[in-house]
Nanobody, 118 residues
Framework: QVQLVESGGGLVQAGDSLRLSCAAS????????MGWFRQAPGKEREFVAR????????SYADSVKGRFTISRDNAKNTAYLQMNSLKPEDTAVYYC???????????WGQGTQVTVSS
């Protein structure tokens, strides 16, 4: 079992930055990859970024590439999403998720709201 708790969301203006955190507990943190997803009102949940178990490999949605950075600290059991140059279209509830060996994102946090005003 894995428990995930996001934090760091808030209301910011366009162009500002935020850093989201995802604190994990349960299974050994370094044994699974981590992902960030988001869901805007009336829209499907979408992939934002992924980081592998060691932190050596990352991938991003085209919409955030160059602005967002995913990272992890395995010693602190925490994943991060640094979001720079935020845009109103980044407004959404952001979720972190743990990806198991099967490839499934089997565990999810409760989400944290990010609102970007223009």
């Amino acid at each position: 079992q894995v428990q995930l708790v996001e934090s760091g969301g808030g209301l910011v203006q366009a162009g500002d930055s935020l850093r989201l955190s995802c604190a994990a507990s349960g299974r050994t943190f370094s044994s699974y990859a981590m992902g960030w997803f988001r869901q805007a009102p009336g829209k499907e949940r979408e992939f934002v970024a992924r980081i592998n178990r060691s932190g050596s490999s990352t991938s991003y949605a085209d919409s955030v590439k160059g602005r967002f950075t995913i990272s992890r600290d395995n010693a602190k059991n925490t994943a991060y999403l640094q979001m720079n140059s935020l845009k109103p279209e980044d407004t959404a509830v952001y979720y972190c998720a743990a990806q198991m060996y099967s490839g499934d994102y089997a565990y999810w946090g409760q989400g944290t709201q990010v609102t970007v005003s223009s």
